[in-house]
DNA sequence: GTCTATACTCTGATAGAC
DNA sequence: GTCTATCAGAGTATAGAC
């Protein structure tokens, strides 16, 4: 990406970086086109293409822009807190980033789905030794006798899978439920219930 | 698709259902084309039109396929039976269909996340109405005191977003479980443990 | 019925005017 | 810095030989 400098290339970077999430998040990466994109920025697609020598830097740049962001969330359990109650702390965080930034997870999913190539090169270490560390906490919760023995890493993927599945499956989640829901207020409830019977020793 | 008469129709037939899956499940719709499903099949492009008059038609024939076998596993709910059990076969049929399956799994997961257009127009009605059938049928468990009182509509979606996880994303589950674990068997055992515990009055 | 050749469109990327 | 014009390659689809 090209070093924003000017007030023009600070808010044309952006455009492009936001219009691609967009798009990258609906169509995956080779769905996404970088007409489409330079339409939804709002440029012509050389000069979206002066800012990002190619299709790959964008969708590279979007990645790993939004890693941190999406890790976050699992860092924050406190070892030193109340086992059940950090656990549903974390599962609303990840709700909330589901609510919050529905196109990111999508873009994950997109990446995930179709072989992940491009982000579990970079990432496939930092990942299992942030979930191998967590999931030792949970393990040591669950000698204690404080929350339901449980296999901790698959405790983690329920998390991850009941949170996500409202921001990724959307359009099924709001067809099936049909008119006057709003999923993630049903959710909230829905999941807190669901984690706290089964945590709960 | 050409009404298939002699042999090698048939079997050409069904290595482009086959192949179109792979890639289809792979790439999505818009990311699949058709070279490499020919290269797939084993067959030359234009042969492969000569079977199909279009990509959207390949498209269409393999989303239609599967669309029954998807669905089974939520009909054959049984509300003549022990509800727990009845739930927690119905998570087990599931799995293994993302066991089995995980390619047509990956084909919805990559339809639905990339906005559904082609697929819900056509069973929004249905899916829907089988849904709140099984979700009646749910409701009346709890108002009976058989099974925990939970929203019946988001009990089912976590059902299919559990066990759908394990084949969407299946390069991340196998990432961060590391070798040595057999995903399938592991998430049979949690999901057991996880749904009882919720459900159990 | 199947293949070769090809038409035509879309896509990513570049050159060069302004 | 941004635009118009354009290229090469990939993509869907068709024509016509065999």
Redesign the pocket.
């Known amino acids: 990406m090209l070093k924003p400098?000017?007030r023009?290339?600070e808010r044309?970077s952006r455009a492009i970086l936001e219009a691609g999430l967009e798009v990258f998040a609906q169509q995956g990466y080779r769905g996404?086109?970088?007409?489409?994109i330079a339409v939804v920025a709002g440029?012509?697609?050389?000069?979206l293409?002066?800012?990002f020598?190619?299709?790959?830097a964008v969708y590279a740049a979007i990645l790993s822009r939004q890693l941190e962001t999406w890790l976050d969330p699992l860092r924050m359990i406190d070892p030193a807190g109340d086992p059940v109650e950090e656990m549903l702390a974390y599962v609303r965080r990840k709700l909330e980033l589901s609510r919050d930034y529905p196109r990111e997870s999508r873009l994950f999913a997109n990446e995930v789905l179709q072989g992940a190539s491009r982000l579990l090169a970079g990432i496939e270490g930092p990942l299992k030794s942030l979930v191998d560390e967590k999931a030792a906490v949970l393990q040591g919760w669950m000698d204690e006798g404080r929350i339901a023995k449980l296999h901790p890493v698959h405790l983690i993927f329920s998390i991850w899978s009941l949170t996500q599945h409202y921001a990724d499956f959307d359009v099924q989640v709001r067809a099936v439920l049909g008119t006057g829901h709003d999923p993630y207020d049903e959710a909230g409830a829905f999941l807190d219930h669901l984690f706290r019977r089964t945590l709960s020793v």
């Open positions: 400098k000017t023009i290339q044309n996404a086109t970088l007409d489409e440029l012509s697609k050389p000069n293409l002066y800012y020598p190619s299709k790959d």
